[in-house]
């Protein structure tokens, strides 16, 4: 059978955490994965900057020439695993002129390039595939554009950066801060010695533009994503929303948005929120991802796994290199960019969530009504108010800390509301303003 096939040839660029992975299931495995391609796999090549003899490959294999590997005839697959936007974006333009189909787990240029890299796709008549880009072995791209294809789906929301849930798990289970967490995180190598892409959501934002494109047929850019990151969640905050049944979790948020006209927008945003401690992304905890959908038909689902490192991420590339060997072997290609929504990105403005507020507030009779009065000007409707007293060394009072939560309300009126509350004489502070996600 298998052996008797033309072989398919693979190029793989990049040796590092998941290429090594890669090229070792496909030699470890290279029987199954023949028998379910219907030929067998050819390694023809390995992209690199370091050409070396100790690099547990045959070095014949190795190449710092990118540009001729992907040119080569008896290439039919690239699967580019180098990482910065750069050189990838070439490599794989390249390719795909060349006629290879591609297998890609690069989320930053996915996320900046989709369209470029999606039309040199078409044009070459060859398959495009990413699976790997979005929460590592978490089969989540191919659900969303292929099992759910008859389906409307409503809401994407996951945790897909694995660093910043390190971090706030550490934090919610040992009370800890935020830089004593991200301090071990590093330690144990959750976190990169420059940890901002994950800390500041970048990686969240480029992962939530992939999902979001694909959710609702529509192109939606790293840019188009509002982003906070988790730099500023407190000790305090994971206390109080402890005390309020819930944990933090740095969210990727891809909504539908109808408007009162019945018109619909995309919201795409990266931020972290109070999840109840019932819902299931609360129990998401250390390095883990998870994906939760809701769909109008299907209902509610959730994808649960490894999120990164070499061997899980290696699965769904592997997955991708089966899907368009097979198209190679059988004829066909995979589905295409699906983009004919074409939704607008609803401005950050005008999507409501829900709100938790931590106000540092004066001792004097009236805070309380003065605060609720200056939500109440602006439509933002209060859910609950908790009040804790505070005394100094001595035991006297210093004023008092007010948390907040809201129902759902316009990003534009609680930040109206915010600067309202900065200005009133009784508040000395609003330490901090969280959104509250998964309650309704
Ligand atoms: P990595 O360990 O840093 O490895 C990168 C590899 O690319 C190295 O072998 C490097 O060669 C090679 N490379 C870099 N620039 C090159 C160039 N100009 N020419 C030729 N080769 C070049 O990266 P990784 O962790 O395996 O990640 C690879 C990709 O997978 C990235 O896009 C990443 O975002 C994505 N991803 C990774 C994970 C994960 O858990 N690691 C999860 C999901 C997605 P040398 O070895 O010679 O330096």
């Keep these: 059978m298998a052996e008797t096939e033309k072989p398919v040839g693979v190029a793989v660029l990049g040796l590092g955490n998941v290429g090594t992975e890669v090229v ?46 992907v040119a080569r005839d008896d ?18 333009l390249a390719a795909l002129e060349h006629g290879k189909s591609v297998v890609t787990a690069n989320k930053a240029l996915l996320a900046q390039s989709t369209g470029k890299l999606a039309t040199a796709a078409e044009k070459a008549r060859v398959d495009l595939y990413f699976e790997a880009a979005v929460a590592g072995a978490i089969p989540v791209i191919r659900p969303l554009t292929q099992s759910l294809a008859g389906d409307r789906v409503l809401r994407v929301a996951g945790i897909v950066n694995g660093t910043t849930n390190y971090i706030l798990s550490a934090m919610s289970e040992t009370g800890a801060s935020y830089d004593d967490a991200l301090a071990e995180a ?31 047929h529509t192109r939606v850019q790293a840019d188009d994503v509002y982003r906070e990151g988790i730099t500023a969640v407190s000790a305090e905050d994971f206390a109080s ?12 948020i891809c909504e539908r948005i109808t408007n009162a006209d019945g018109s619909e927008q995309v919201s795409a945003r990266v931020y972290p929120a109070l999840v109840p401690l019932t819902h299931p992304l609360a129990s998401v905890n250390g390095a883990f991802n998870a994906v939760f959908v809701e769909a109008a038909a299907a209902g509610q689902l959730m994808f649960y796994g490894q999120g990164a490192g070499g061997a899980p991420t290696a699965s769904a590339v592997l997955g991708d290199v089966v899907m368009a060997a ?100 009784v508040v000395s502070s609003v330490a901090s303003v969280l959104r509250m996600e998964g309650t309704e």
């Design 186 to 216: 590093g330690a144990l190598g959750y976190a990169e010695a420059d940890p901002t892409a994950d800390v500041e959501g970048y990686d969240a934002a480029a992962k939530a533009a992939i999902l979001a494109s694909i959710a609702f």
């Design 326 to 425: 097979r198209n190679r072997v059988q004829g066909g290609r995979g589905p295409r960019e699906s983009k004919y929504a074409r939704l607008p990105i609803a401005p950050i403005g005008v999507v409501p969530t829900r709100y938790y507020l931590s106000l540092y507030v004066h001792d004097k009779p009236g805070v309380l009504s003065k605060v609720a009065s200056e939500f109440a000007n602006r439509g933002v409707s209060i859910a609950e108010v908790r009040q804790e007293g505070l005394v100094d060394e001595d035991g006297q009072p210093i004023g008092a800390r007010i948390v907040v939560l809201t129902h759902r309300a316009t990003d534009a009126a609680l930040s109206e509301t915010v600067t309202a509350l900065k200005e009133l004489d």
């Design 24 to 69: 070792r299931i496909m030699e470890d495995s290279a029987e199954d994965l023949a028998a379910r391609i219907g030929a067998p796999l050819q390694l023809r090549g390995i992209g690199v900057r370091r050409v070396a003899a100790d690099r547990g490959v045959p070095v014949e294999l190795l190449t710092d020439d990118v540009e001729a590997l």
């Design 75 to 92: 290439v039919d697959i690239v699967v580019e695993l180098m990482g910065p936007v750069e050189p990838a974006r070439q490599a794989i």
């Design 241 to 252: 929303a402890k005390a309020l049944g819930c944990t933090i979790k740095l969210l990727s």
